[in-house]
């Protein structure tokens, strides 16, 4: 039997098919009708078991009336379904909504995220999240608000099933960002959701030096159905990392952040102290 779609790219084809169809309004059934599919063929596709042509996703896409942008979307994923490794460049800066990411970050069962220069995304308070975008030198002033909400949906996948674990650089708790009172507040909320049974926060000390997380930020996702993969962001572009031996590199690096980290109550006791 033919695997289902194992890579981020296969997996955003999937749902964004899904989708596609749900936007008609109409039963998969009935859309499978208009296209002259069997209905089996059209869940075959939308599960990654194959069974169309390009051309034929293209005539479906047309029964759907999906707007344009989203259909070059979707035929772009869909001839590269099974590749992995993906650069995503977006242009100027990050998109609003960086929509894989959040896909993956919805489904996944455990999160390991490095992050030396800011508090990651899924823990910000607004007014933290404001303060960085509105620092971004390629973020238009009239994006700010929009972006802001866009991070705020992030935390909805902070939930008990997923296990997440996050190391921070005891540099980002120091650095004021908003100023004084937004970050003794957002310190406040690292350390309220440090107490939930699925949430560890880990700090990397300053005192400690070289460490194994120099080589830059990451977030590493596992699931229960798809292979791991790694996200590194950048100012313009994400790199979605999905091969055996680089992801086995980053359980490596995440195996030495683990040995060197404070643990969580040294690091619960460091926030509280920090945030005063």
């Known amino acids: 039997m033919p695997k289902r779609f194992s890579t981020a790219r296969g997996r955003e084809f999937g749902d964004g098919l899904r989708a596609a169809i749900a936007a008609t309004g109409m039963t998969s059934r009935k859309v499978a009708e208009l296209a002259d599919w069997q209905e089996a063929k059209l869940s075959d596709l939308i599960n990654g078991k194959g069974g169309a ?3 034929e996703l293209a005539l479906l896409l047309g029964v759907c009336r999906t707007p344009s942008p ?10 590269a379904t099974n590749v992995k490794g993906w650069l995503q460049e977006h242009g100027a800066a990050e998109p609003i909504l960086p929509r894989t990411l959040v896909q993956h970050e919805a489904i996944a069962k455990t999160l390991v995220s490095w992050q030396p220069l800011v508090v990651h995304g899924m823990l910000q308070i607004p007014d933290y999240t404001r303060a960085v975008v509105e620092a971004n030198a390629n973020v238009p002033e009239d994006e ?13 996948a902070l939930r008990p099933g997923l ?4 190391y921070i650089h005891e540099s980002v708790l120091r650095t004021p960002v908003g100023g004084e009172e937004v970050m003794r507040a957002q310190l406040q909320h690292l350390e309220k959701v440090s107490m939930r049974p699925y949430v560890v926060i880990r700090v990397i000390p300053t005192s400690l030096g070289a460490h194994a997380g120099h080589s830059g930020p990451f977030s590493l996702l596992r699931f229960h159905k798809i292979e791991p993969v790694v996200f590194v962001e950048s100012e313009n572009a994400s790199l979605i990392i999905e091969a055996p031996l680089p992801i086995k590199s980053y359980d490596a690096v995440v195996e030495s952040l683990a040995r060197t980290a404070l643990d969580e109550e040294q690091s619960r006791s460091l926030i509280k102290d920090i945030a005063g």
């Open 163 to 166: 296990k997440a674990t996050f």
């Open 144 to 156: 700010v608000g929009e972006r802001v909400a866009a991070r705020a949906m992030r935390k909805e």
């Open 53 to 55: 042509t390009e051309l």
């Open 70 to 79: 989203e259909r070059e979307h979707l035929m772009k994923l869909f001839r």
